[in-house]
């Protein structure tokens, strides 16, 4: 009865083993990699084509999608073709856009599901590896560690201030 009421705080695979973990990770990976280009392809299909929206969450998206971000990403794929999309998974940032620039550039989705597979594969492998580890002991070093928190707070503040004057600029 006393192990009903214990706080664990580690994720629920820890105890189930790695198998878990990686199937687990690369569902994630599948979804999100699957609701990213779908959501792409249907709202391009309806907003880009038909409406031009100028506020609320509409004309963020439209904005979004006709922007420079979606226009690397689809870019890179006119250049590379869907060999980007596997490849996009090992790295930060720069997945969601060719994932969206697939969806943009309407690539049949049979194809966009086995280009996605090998990706979703290396990276639940990262993260059910050495990503969750990596996490783990950053928070740890940062626990108890005020300097450390402060830098860490200060380096976000610096990033979010940059890209808010770039934007302002670029405006």
Known sequence: MQELWTVRSEFF???RGFVVAYLFLFVV???RGQ???WL?????RQTLRRTSPTVGWRASVHRWLSG???ARGTTS????GVGMVPLCYLTVGFQTLVLAGAGVLQIRWPVFTLAQVPGALAWALIYSTIGFALWGAALAALAGQP???AAVASVAVVVVATRAVLRRRRA
Do not use: I
Request: glycine share 4%.
């Open 77 to 80: 794929l006119q250049r590379w």
């Open 35 to 37: 609701a990213t280009y």
């Open 147 to 149: 300097l450390a928190l």
């Open 29 to 31: 990976a599948m979804l």
């Open 40 to 44: 792409a392809r249907v709202v391009t």
């Open 13 to 15: 695979w820890e105890a």
């Open 68 to 70: 420079e971000g979606v």
